[in-house]
Nanobody, 117 residues
């Protein structure tokens, strides 16, 4: 299983980015996809998740700025981030959880987002 995340970079506060994560080696239509982020010294926190059935979870603190979508034809999940703030600076990771029926979880390599003030 491979999860290839991309789209990170340097952006000014107030800007936008869209991250992509393409999965291979999983049955994408049976895989929950998640985005997490991590800053130095802190635990990874869940940013957004999307199930094949269309259930979306985004923490209330991010709901007005972040969106998640998936293109099952491309085995890809996207994280849209608007009105970025310096505190959004982090390494963003995608995570796949496939249950067939036992569940296995996989992490991508992460993509760095830096928001300058």
């Amino acid at each position: 299983v491979q999860l290839q995340a991309s789209g990170g970079g340097l952006v000014q506060a107030g800007g936008s980015l869209r991250l992509s994560c393409t999965a291979s080696g999983v049955i994408f239509g049976r895989t929950d996809m998640h985005w997490y982020r991590q800053t130095t010294g802190r635990e990874r926190e869940m940013v957004a998740s999307a199930t094949p059935a269309g259930r979306i979870i985004i923490p209330d603190s991010m709901k007005d700025r972040f969106t998640i979508s998936r293109d099952d034809a491309k085995n890809t999940v996207y994280l849209g981030m608007n009105n970025l703030k310096p505190e959004d600076t982090a390494v963003y990771y995608c995570r796949a959880i496939q249950c067939t029926p036992l569940c296995n979880a996989y992490w991508g390599q992460g993509t760095l987002v830096t928001v300058s003030s």
